[in-house]
Each structure stands twice: as structure tokens, then as C-alpha cells.
Antibody
Framework: QEQLQESGPGLMKPSQTLSLTCNVS??????????WNWIRQPAGKGLEWIGR???????NYNPSLKSRVTISLDTSENQFSLNLSSVTAADTAVYYC?????????WGQGILVTVSS | QSALTQPASVSGSPGQSIIISCTGT?????????VSWYQQHPGKAPKLIIY???NRPSGVSNRFSGSKSGNTASLTISGLQAEDEADYYC???????????FGGGTKLTVL
């Protein structure tokens, strides 16, 4: 059974680059035909797909965030990461990592990231 | 504004059945069988309850079922229980460059 756990800063200032890591346990991140995703949820609002990386390394991003997003894979640490540049208050949200096959079947518990000066 | 349209709220009494709709287009819900549903309790991560339109993951109650007709997918919860009170989200792959879209979410209240 896969377990995912997000880590990273909880508070950021505008214009900084957000860096989050998702540690995966219970299976190899490079094994199988899975995508590894980042999804976010502003307080009281719905889910927004940010992007994903395939177990072989190819990426896809939400066009609305593509210019600011990079997702990468670290197979030696069995984790994947999200970088979101030039953050603003609008990026304040709970950020989730999730495994995807044809749906998001395993999720991390989420990490709240607040952007405030 | 979300790509998929869900009712903001639905309610039902214990033991009753409710249906939550999820309306998209021929580029997403209507064009794929990769529609999924998620249950989210307050302060918790979403939980997959239906995948590929009408399949339940292991461990999910058979009171949850999914279906699709045209551009609209539906989640049916039968025999409502107090623990079903939560937010529910639909999701679909899309043939547009967005790739993955979610509905805006539906708050289920068990009266």
C-alpha cells in the first residue's frame, strides 16, 4: 500500500519560489505505469490540478500554471517535487501529492502553504 | 469557474438515496470513460470512491455507484448514513491541453 507524505515550508513571501517534496513509501516511484501528481485546494474551494510526472520522467502541466511550474523526480530518494515560482497570495492553498493510474488512488495528507508578506 | 459542473449542495435523510451530477462536454466526460469521484471530509485529503465511471476501489462501500450518460456523469449514494456527509468531487481526463479537470464540488448534508 502506497503512502505519500508532503513536506515543505508552510509560510512564504510573495515573489518567492515554493518548493514541496512528496515522499513515497510502499513502492518504487519509478516502477509501474503511474503518474505522480500535484493538486491544490484553496481554503473553502475546489480542487485544482497542477501537473504530473510519469514514472519514466515525462511531465504535463496545467496550462494556467505552466509558466511557473516544474515537477521533478528523485528516484534515489523515492520522491518527487514541485517548484512554483513567483508565488502570490492567490497561491495560498493546501497542496496535495497523489498517485495516478486512471484516477488519483493514493493521496498525501496535504500541506498548507500560506503566501503573505 | 470549474470545468465540470456539479450542484453546490444536496441533502437527504438517513436511508434515502441521492444522486450528484457532474456535467462536462464531449472533450471530457462525454469523450472518455476516465471519470472518477472523490469523497472529502473536512480537514482530510480526498478519497477515491469511484474510478473509470462505475468501478469501486477495494474497501469502498457498495452503497456508492457511478454512471454516465452523454456528457453527464452521476454518483449515487444509497442507504445514506451520517458518515456520508462530506464534499464530493468529480474528475475527468480531457482531450484538451488541460488534461485533467475537476468539478467544483458538492456538499452532501445528511439531515
Amino acid at each position: 500500500q502506497e503512502q505519500l507524505q508532503e513536506s515543505g515550508p508552510g509560510l512564504m513571501k510573495p515573489s518567492q519560489t515554493l518548493s514541496l517534496t512528496c515522499n513515497v513509501s510502499g513502492g518504487s516511484i519509478s516502477g509501474g505505469s503511474y503518474y505522480w501528481n500535484w493538486i491544490r485546494q484553496p481554503a473553502g474551494k475546489g480542487l485544482e490540478w497542477i501537473g504530473r510526472i510519469y514514472s519514466r520522467g515525462s511531465t504535463n502541466y496545467n496550462p494556467s500554471l505552466k509558466s511557473r511550474v516544474t515537477i521533478s523526480l528523485d528516484t534515489s530518494e523515492n520522491q518527487f517535487s514541485l517548484n512554483l515560482s513567483s508565488v502570490t497570495a492567490a497561491d495560498t492553498a493546501v497542496y496535495y501529492c497523489a498517485r495516478e493510474y486512471t484516477s488519483f488512488d493514493y493521496w498525501g495528507q496535504g500541506i498548507l502553504v500560506t503566501v503573505s508578506s | 469557474q470549474s470545468a465540470l459542473t456539479q450542484p453546490a449542495s444536496v441533502s437527504g435523510s438517513p436511508g434515502q438515496s441521492i444522486i450528484i451530477s457532474c456535467t462536462g462536454t464531449s472533450s471530457d466526460v462525454g469523450g472518455h470513460n476516465f471519470v472518477s469521484w472523490y469523497q472529502q471530509h473536512p480537514g482530510k485529503a480526498p478519497k477515491l470512491i469511484i474510478y473509470e465511471v462505475n468501478n469501486r476501489p477495494s474497501g469502498v462501500s457498495n452503497r456508492f455507484s457511478g454512471s454516465k450518460s452523454g456528457n453527464t456523469a452521476s454518483l449515487t449514494i444509497s442507504g445514506l448514513q451520517a458518515e456520508d456527509e462530506a464534499d464530493y468531487y468529480c474528475s475527468s481526463y480531457t482531450s484538451t491541453i488541460t488534461l485533467v479537470v475537476f468539478g467544483g464540488g458538492t456538499k452532501l448534508t445528511v439531515l
